[in-house]
């Protein structure tokens, strides 16, 4: 009797690990935790007087908001995804540059000055501790260390001005070790408007020093990406604003520094164009675009076939504020008076995913993807 107790036990005993190698087995074939990485979108918002921000975890119908109420932004804050941190421009009236890490948005990690009245309008890093920082009152870009904000140093850019002896420096992005600043030489005798050809500056990063500059084909470039899958840097430059057809889209070659002029142009998208977003290792990408009547709209466009695709959505009114793109989704800032929010839609379909605008408290100002 005791033997067949033993020997079940036995058999029970090999059948548990059989078992256990089996389950390890298809466990090593078909893993059964998906990897998988959640993405968010980190939104400052704003009422034109005082602004916050908001996260959203991007999950389809299901994607919802955290409101951060008690943080205090500027009311024109713009922020930047750079690694595991979000570097948010303080614009005019702040003047700094705030970093908080992605992992904890109760405090940032660091705030620090870029001078007063010096309206900072974008930051680039090249190591963690060598950060350059547009600033659109000066005729110099700002190098700082952003762990600390210690000034590195100036580089002097004021050759470049217009004759009210202001460059107005804006957006930048590096390719390997070019840093390109765009600089929109407006008239400030003038409302702003452009004085000249917008300009593309390009400085060595590794000795700081400016090895020349590109004269765009048109004025007041607004926005700069580099879109790998093209190699090529995509500038939407939006001429006056009170000129519907004076702007468009150009590229320009990182390796020759040649422009390529116009690929689509603000009569193609029937309005002045100019925030962008380029699809990942793609060529489409889309525009915000805003009409005689001041009503905002997104646009989808393809840089290689050089055309609009089609119109992605509209508001009866200037409302649209920051788009930002990753492989699957679209965001935008709609300000809307009575449902503002940001409305998520699919890059495969270009059909909205969320049946309402997300509450972001505040309404949104600007995106970025994280």
Wanted: no cysteine; hydrophobic share 35%.
């Amino acid at each position: 009797m005791k033997q067949r107790i033993i020997k079940k036990i036995l058999i029970s005993v090999v059948l548990f690990l059989v078992s256990i190698n089996l389950t390890l087995a298809s466990a090593e074939s078909f893993p059964l935790v998906s990897e998988e990485t959640d993405e968010y979108a980190f939104v400052t918002t704003s009422d034109f007087e005082t602004g916050h921000f908001a996260t959203i975890k991007i999950k389809g119908k299901k994607s919802k908001a955290k409101k951060y109420n008690k943080a205090e932004l500027n009311s024109d804050a713009i922020p930047k995804t750079i690694d595991d941190k979000i570097y948010v421009v303080n614009r005019m009236g702040q003047d700094n540059i705030t970093i908080y890490s992605t992992q904890n948005f109760k405090k940032p990690l660091i705030q620090f000055s870029t001078g007063n009245g010096s309206n900072p309008h974008d930051i680039v890093l090249t190591s963690n501790d060598k950060a350059y920082i547009s600033l659109y009152e000066k005729g110099y870009l700002l190098v700082v260390n952003p762990n600390t904000g210690a000034e590195l140093k100036r580089i002097d850019i004021s050759s470049f001005a217009d004759n009210d002896g202001i460059p107005e420096a804006d957006q930048m992005v590096i390719v390997d070790v070019i840093l390109y600043v765009t600089l929109l030489k407006l008239d400030r005798n003038n409302l702003y408007q452009p004085a000249e050809n917008g300009e593309l500056l390009m400085i060595d990063t590794t000795d700081d020093t400016i090895i020349g500059s590109i004269v765009l084909t048109g004025q007041n470039p607004y926005d700069i990406l580099y879109n790998e899958s093209l190699d090529k840097l995509v500038i939407t430059e939006t001429g006056s604003f009170y000129d519907l057809t004076d702007g468009g889209i150009e590229t320009v070659d990182p390796n020759t520094h040649e422009a390529s002029g116009f690929i689509l142009t603000e009569s193609d998208f029937e309005g002045n164009i100019t925030e962008s977003a380029m699809k990942p290792s793609s060529s489409q990408g889309y525009i915000i675009v805003t009409d005689a009547a001041y009503n905002t709209s997104v646009a989808s466009f393809d840089l290689a076939e050089a055309k609009k695709l089609k119109d992605i959505y509209a508001t009866s009114g200037f409302y649209i504020f920051g788009i930002a793109v990753n492989a699957e989704n679209l965001l935008v800032g709609d300000r809307t008076p009575k449902k503002p929010g940001v409305r998520i839609f699919s890059t495969a379909t270009d059909e909205q995913i969320t049946t309402k605008p997300i509450n972001t408290g505040l309404p949104p100002y600007s995106i970025t993807i994280y």
